[in-house]
Nanobody, 121 residues
């Protein structure tokens, strides 16, 4: 089994910063793409940022220049550094990882439980 555990959410004032972490554990052979998604109340879930195993990244236009995604492959962990936060960044942030499971080598996308980020104006 594979688990993704997120941390780092919370309440911050507009203009502030937060750093989210997501650690994967379990029967992991390797991890391909790792991503952060968010879902605000009444809105659809959207991709915030993605990073490949080789370190290539892409971002939603709304967060470019403010958010930075990174990963530590040795720790099976992905991070999201969020700067210059705005009230419209308020959402539940979830990580996702394309995990190649040990032994079977099957590939599945696993999700974290989500962490709340609230930005006050």
């Amino acid at each position: 089994q594979v688990q993704l555990v997120e941390s780092g959410g919370g309440l911050v004032q507009a203009g502030g910063s937060l750093r989210l972490s997501c650690a994967a554990s379990g029967s992991i052979l390797s991890i391909n793409d790792m991503s952060w998604y968010r879902q605000a109340p009444g809105k659809q879930r959207e991709l915030v940022a993605r990073i490949t195993s080789g370190g290539s990244t892409n971002y939603a236009d709304s967060v470019k220049g403010r958010f930075t995604i990174s990963r530590d492959n040795a720790k099976n962990t992905v991070y999201l550094q969020m700067n210059s936060l705005k009230p419209e960044d308020t959402a539940v942030y979830s990580c996702a990882a394309q995990v190649v499971v040990a032994v079977t080598r099957a590939k599945y996308t696993h999700w974290g439980q989500g962490t709340q980020v609230t930005v006050s104006s």
